[in-house]
């Protein structure tokens, strides 16, 4: 179905503006929503593009097509900066501690 992996995307798109709306206005509610914004980010950049064709209706994976450096480098950016987003989330929830040292 065309145009359905940029439903997902759109998707996406909304929970993390909600995350960034959520961290200027300092809202008690910001580590929780960038916590779930990161992490759904990285598993739907993984699911859609890099996971193989497993369905039609959201697979756009990087394997199908002659990807060149610069694609793979804004699909990796994206995934680096939200996993980024869900430490530094977590770790202001209280669930990952900075090791010492």
């Not at 145009?3 to 995307?9: P, T």
């Not at 598993?43 to 394997?63: I, M, R």
């Amino acid at each position: 179905m065309p145009g359905s992996a940029e439903l997902v995307g759109v998707g996406g798109f909304v929970v993390v503006a909600a995350s960034c709306v959520l961290a200027i206005r300092r809202s008690d509610l910001a580590p929780a929503v960038s916590l779930f914004a990161g992490v759904t980010t990285v598993l739907g950049f993984v699911v859609v593009h890099l996971l193989p064709n497993w369905w039609s209706w959201v697979s756009d994976p990087f394997w199908s097509f002659d990807a060149n450096a610069l694609s793979w480098a804004l699909l990796i950016a994206p995934i680096l900066a939200s996993a980024y987003l869900a430490t530094l989330a977590a770790r202001e929830l209280g669930l990952y501690a900075e090791q010492p040292g």
